[in-house]
């Protein structure tokens, strides 16, 4: 599996996503995004999401889902489905 970009001319935003990239992308590829663990997913959702400046109410109406749905993702209560998950890494424009 290859590393995970961001295609961003931001500095800012490159420099922080290389710092979590690492835990971008699970070993498994069947995973939801991020991780399997909704903490870790949880962790790495809200950093980018400060990074990308959107609020969350940006996210929920970027993803479809209520506010507090969004919120559950963040506060790692759950983990985002596979339709959820394709849509942030499309948001967040990672790929891999």
């Known amino acids: 599996m290859s590393s995970p970009i961001i295609k961003t001319n931001n500095i800012l935003v490159q420099n922080v996503f290389?710092?979590?990239?690492?835990?971008?992308?699970?070993?498994?590829?069947?995973?939801?995004?991020?991780?399997?663990?909704?903490?870790?997913?949880?962790f790495i959702l809200l950093n980018l999401r400060n990074l990308?400046?959107?609020?969350?109410?940006?996210?929920?109406?970027?993803?479809?889902?209520?506010?507090?749905?969004?919120?559950?993702?963040?506060?790692?209560?759950?983990n985002p489905s596979k339709e959820i998950s394709n849509l942030l890494y499309q948001i967040f424009e990672i790929v891999s």
């Not at 069947?30 to 997913?41: A, I, Q, R, T, V």
């Open 52 to 78: 990308h400046n959107y609020s969350v109410d940006d996210m929920s109406k970027k993803l479809n889902i209520t506010r507090d749905e969004y919120r559950s993702l963040e506060k790692g209560s759950s």
């Open 18 to 42: 290389n710092k979590i990239s690492p835990k971008i992308l699970s070993p498994d590829k069947n995973s939801n995004f991020c991780s399997n663990n909704p903490k870790e997913s949880a």
